[in-house]
């Protein structure tokens, strides 16, 4: 009928970047931007690592900024294949923008995770450092 919307791409892609940032938090991570947006570009989520209960004293946090991919299914390949180079690039351009706008978060050490979701997994895959600094 007319009035059964079907759950749109955005919808279930605004729904796994929640459920992302809920794992992340439930890691220890602080989120600090949801959907950040910069000319040309956006960050799924920035946030700052949890330090390691082993860390030395005064060791600090990661900045990780994190591209959330989900796929219904891995017909057209494994979502994580749809962080394109172009897609790196545009992420590390607004990285540096945010930086720009954020600069007391400078001298932290950085890094670009990609956090895919397929099908009705609920268990998020997490790769680290996915596409270097």
């Given amino acids: 009928m007319w009035f059964n ?5 955005s919808t279930s892609g605004a729904q796994k970047e929640q459920q992302a940032s809920d794992w992340l938090q439930a890691q220890g991570f602080q ?24 860390a030395q004293p005064n060791q600090e946090p990661t900045l990780v900024f994190l591209e ?7 017909r057209y390949g494994h979502p994580s294949e749809f962080v394109t180079p ?3 690039h545009r992420i590390t351009q607004c990285a540096q923008l945010f930086l720009l706008k954020n600069s007391a978060l400078n001298h932290l050490p950085m890094r670009f ?21």
């Fill in 31 to 54: 989120i600090l931007e949801q959907n950040y947006r910069c000319k040309g570009g956006e960050i799924d989520i920035i946030a700052l690592s949890p330090t390691s209960h082993n």
């Fill in 5 to 9: 919307k079907k759950k749109t791409a």
């Fill in 86 to 88: 172009q897609k790196q």
């Fill in 113 to 133: 995770d990609v956090i895919t979701f397929e099908g009705k997994q609920t268990s998020p895959e997490w790769i680290q450092n996915a596409f270097g600094q």
């Fill in 68 to 74: 959330i991919k989900y796929r219904k299914n891995t």
